[in-house]
């Protein structure tokens, strides 16, 4: 049997990533596509279990310390759902993953962006990733669609610098042609399609 595709969407908060992963797993499996829809932090029982760890306030880890728990949630990921399901021959459709730790930690945070690719690489071997897709809005827009920052969420509380820092990872990695970054200002339906197109590329 081949492989599946494994595809990523990204963006800042509100982008919309967690409706549009919905959307295009709905619609490929409307298409016949063998399609599951995961995210990050999270996707396993002891990812999501980490996960309420990161964003909790109740705890305040060090760049380094807080690095550390999103790989440990990813490898956990890895190896319990992604590898088995594109093992499989399924396309895995993915909110967030390496692309968010390189903008968050990397440029958010300011760790050493290498050392984040890194410790990124030696996390997900030996999966690969087919297509990542920057859904494209900057932090105002992302938090005005939201209704403002969620304070229960740790990361949510940082200052409106740390994310116009991520947000320029983002926009970084685009350019360099690690990311496809697709306009994420318009409808739903609109981004939806931009990012269908894209995904059709590769399928
Ligand atoms: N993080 C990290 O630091 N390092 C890592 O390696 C990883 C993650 C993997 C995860 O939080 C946090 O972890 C995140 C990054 C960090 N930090 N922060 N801050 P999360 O998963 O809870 O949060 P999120 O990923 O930012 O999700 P979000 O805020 O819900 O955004 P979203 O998924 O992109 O958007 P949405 O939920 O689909 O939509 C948000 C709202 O906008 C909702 O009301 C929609 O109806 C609306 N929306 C969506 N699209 C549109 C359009 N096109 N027009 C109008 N309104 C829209």
Redesign the pocket.
Known sequence: MSKGKFIVLE?I????????SRILTDTLVNRGVDAVCT???GGAPLGEALRSL??SPDYDPDAISELYM?LAARRDHLLNVILPAVEQGKTVIC????Y??VA??GY?RGLDIDFVRRANAMTIAPLEIDLGIL?DITPEE?FA??GGADKS?R??R?NAEFFERVYKGFKTMADAGELVAID?S???EQ?AEKILSEVLRIL
Do not use: M, N, V
Request: net charge positive.
């Open positions: 963006g908060e509100g982008a919309g990533k967690s409706k549009q995210r990050e932090p990161i964003l999103y909110d967030r993953f390496t968010s730790t968050y930690q958010g859904i992302g669609r939201k969420d990361l949510e940082e994420g318009g409808t739903k981004t």
